[in-house]
């Protein structure tokens, strides 16, 4: 599975990054799923909704089906938070999967970066970052594209992936 990062510190972009490379790549024919890591607990159910009871009442897994999506929540318990490598199993096949977060994975990068968060590069003592959107020139040892050149950056991220 051709897989590709999108990394950087806390409002550095990366969402909105994120965003834009799914409409693009998608918007050139091909098919895109994207894993986000959360460093937080999260919701994606509701109290007091039929799926919500049910995990609460004790299910491992609920899965929630319609027309229109499927959604399964596992519920971790006392489980270890799994990689980023069995989560990417469960998926189903695509042209390409795009992470946001991940920064520690050995995947191939992209770090998305604004000079206005104060933030050091990570780009510098991480090889899996293979270029830099940032909204600020930089000199640096591996490309750099400007942060909303969405076109350019996935021209970049498609050759480093092949497609």
């Known amino acids: 599975m ?3 990062g999108v990394t950087g510190w ?9 965003e834009r490379l799914v409409a693009e790549i998608t918007g050139r024919g091909f ?18 909704k039929d799926s919500h009871r049910h995990r609460v009442a004790g299910a491992r897994e609920v ?24 989560l990417l199993a469960r998926l189903s096949p695509v042209d390409l999967v795009l992470i946001e977060g991940y920064k520690r994975d050995v995947h191939p ?3 998305a970066h604004r000079a206005e968060t104060g933030n050091a590069l990570i780009a510098p003592g991480d090889a899996t970052i293979r270029a830099v959107a940032s909204d600020t020139p930089l000199t640096l040892d591996r490309p750099v594209f400007d942060l909303n050149d ?11 992936v092949g497609l």
């Not at 806390?10 to 994120?18: D, E, H, P, R, S």
């Not at 899965?63 to 069995?86: C, G, Q, Y």
């Open 2 to 4: 051709r897989v590709y």
């Open 10 to 18: 806390k409002n550095a972009g990366k969402t909105g990054l994120m």
């Open 31 to 48: 098919s895109v799923s994207t894993v986000k890591h959360a460093h937080h607990s999260f919701e994606v159910d509701h109290p007091g």
């Open 63 to 86: 899965l929630l089906a319609s027309r229109n999506r499927v959604a399964l929540m596992h519920e971790l318990r006392d489980e270890d938070e799994p990689t980023l490598e069995t």
């Open 109 to 111: 990068k992209i770090e």
């Open 150 to 160: 969405t076109a350019a950056i996935v021209d970049f991220i498609l050759a480093e």
